[in-house]
T-cell receptor, first 109, second 113 residues
Framework: SQQGEEDPQALSIQEGENATMNCSYKTSINNLQWYRQNSGRGLVHLILIRSNEREKHSGRLRVTLDTSKKSSSLLITASRAADTASYFCALSGNTPLVFGKGTRLSVIA | DTGVSQDPRHKITKRGQNVTFRCDPISEHNRLYWYRQTLGQGPEFLTYFQNEAQLEKSRLLSDRFSAERPKGSFSTLEIQRTEQGDSAMYLC???????????FGPGTRLTVT
């Protein structure tokens, strides 16, 4: 399969804790993107990391990419109830974006 | 609001009927994408356009599905002879660069009864 696989499928944490989710893939990529989807705002782009980058930050988000292991992780620090959503990794290579099945994150206040 | 818009937001139709959805991308974006998403799954690529040219279609896209982008601006997705298995959220996205970040619309939820 060309799609990424997120792990875990579901994650429940307390507000203020950090959340880490992972994405593994099997194909070559140009970049890897993370998206968030909740009922209120639909699917929103969070961060893009290129294949020659190892780490990227955006606010409370930290993404790492290990192309030798074909894996990426998304860390959300100091989580808030508003972070409750599904998070998808999407692979960009020679074909249009391929999304995984997502990690469902619940942040409990 | 200059984001991606989709119309209608919801569509209920009877099996066998034809339906058409519209997507208006961000005006500066020349790439437009259609996806389908079912419950518990990520978006599944259907087709995409660069300007008015349809560059790729998913092999999963049956002949009942057709998409157009006649003037390189808005796009329509038509499903002919709908089946219950077509029930899903249909998402449209646009981007400025190939392989770059995509901006998604709110989606059209199709229910086939």
């Amino acid at each position: 399969s060309q799609q990424g696989e997120e792990d875990p499928q579901a994650l429940s944490i307390q507000e203020g804790e950090n959340a880490t989710m992972n994405c593994s893939y099997k194909t070559s990529i140009n970049n890897l993107q993370w998206y968030r989807q909740n009922s209120g705002r639909g699917l929103v782009h969070l961060i893009l990391i290129r294949s020659n980058e190892r780490e990227k930050h955006s606010g409370r988000l930290r993404v790492t990419l290990d192309t030798s292991k074909k894996s990426s992780s998304l860390l959300i620090t100091a989580s808030r109830a508003a972070d409750t959503a599904s998070y998808f990794c999407a692979l960009s290579g020679n074909t249009p974006l391929v999304f995984g099945k997502g990690t469902r994150l619940s942040v409990i206040a | 609001d200059t984001g991606v818009s989709q119309d209608p937001r919801h569509k209920i139709t009877k099996r066998g009927q034809n339906v058409t959805f519209r997507c208006d991308p961000i005006s500066e974006h020349n790439r437009l994408y259609w996806y389908r998403q079912t419950l518990g799954q990520g978006p599944e690529f259907l087709t995409y356009f660069q300007n008015e040219a349809q560059l790729e279609k998913s092999r999963l896209l049956s002949d009942r599905f057709s998409a157009e982008r006649p003037k390189g601006s808005f796009s329509t997705l038509e499903i002919q002879r709908t089946e219950q298995g077509d029930s899903a959220m249909y998402l449209c996205a646009s981007s400025y660069q190939a392989g770059g970040e995509q901006y998604f619309g709110p989606g059209t939820r199709l229910t086939v009864t």
